[in-house]
């Protein structure tokens, strides 16, 4: 077959009314995300089980990095870092626009990062958290920046957004919808955990940035099924 519609014969179902219970899914998800940030803020705020979870873990001894083991924490904690994150997700997401002569995947890109910058920057002034190593008496409202956790937030959404891409853009041979669910999984807990290692972030900012971060990663990804596209395949 051959013509204008030749390049969409594979298209996976785009009918209206399966891109409108998507969006619905990811409504609900987003939802039940920002629940879990709110609940987990009141239990920081309120001194509940996950606060004292926190003390329990900034106390516990770390042990001291140097040479390679001290390099390789740092890379892995740099997936988190908002300039790198940002950086592969346009280079990935241009390369992606410029092949199927679209700027969805640059516009939802910029969107996911402009959500990131008002609402987990917003929450970081607001709530003013100091980091664990710092531990005052009262840690929130002390002009901190650590809760909710900007780098576990970067790397939820940025690389997540960068599978979701890939999968709704590789919907034909040889990838049919290539998931990289997984490494984005494995980067957020591996993030995380360095940041635990070194006692940069209590528990609780990582819990409530994976709560904020995803809330927005699927927030997009309602957008993006509301707006119907053409030129994407899925």
């Known amino acids: 077959m051959s013509g204008p519609s030749s390049l969409f014969d594979d298209v996976v179902d785009q009918r209206i009314e399966i891109r409108r219970r998507e969006m619905n899914v990811a409504l609900t998800w987003c ?3 920002l629940l879990g940030f709110v609940l987990v803020t009141l239990d920081v705020i309120n001194k509940g089980m996950l606060y004292r ?17 001290n390099f390789l924490v740092l890379r892995i904690d740099d997936l988190g870092l908002r300039w790198i994150t940002a950086l592969i997700l346009l280079v990935a997401v241009g390369l992606i626009s410029r ?7 640059l516009n939802l890109a910029f969107l996911s990062l402009v959500f ?11 709530f003013g ?9 009262i840690c929130m409202f002390s002009d901190g920046m650590a809760y909710p956790s900007g ?9 997540g957004l960068f599978a979701y891409i890939i999968f709704r853009y590789t919907h034909r041979a040889p990838f049919e919808g290539l998931k990289l669910y997984w490494l984005v999984a494995v980067i957020t807990i591996a993030v995380g955990a360095v940041s635990l290692l ?6 609780t900012d990582l819990l409530g940035g994976m709560f904020l971060g995803g809330a927005i990663l699927v927030l997009v990804v309602a957008i993006d099924r509301f707006i119907p596209s053409t030129r994407q395949p899925s």
């Open 116 to 126: 990131l910058n008002i609402f987990v920057g917003a929450s970081k002034i607001f």
């Open 31 to 33: 939802a039940v995300l």
């Open 151 to 159: 780098h576990i937030s970067n790397a939820l959404v940025t690389w």
């Open 53 to 69: 979870f926190d003390q329990f873990v900034a106390d516990l001894s770390r042990p001291k990095l140097s040479g390679f083991t």
């Open 198 to 203: 070194r006692n940069t972030h209590w528990f």
């Open 99 to 105: 092949r199927f002569k679209s700027f969805r995947p």
């Open 129 to 137: 958290r100091c980091k664990a190593k710092e531990d005052f008496d």
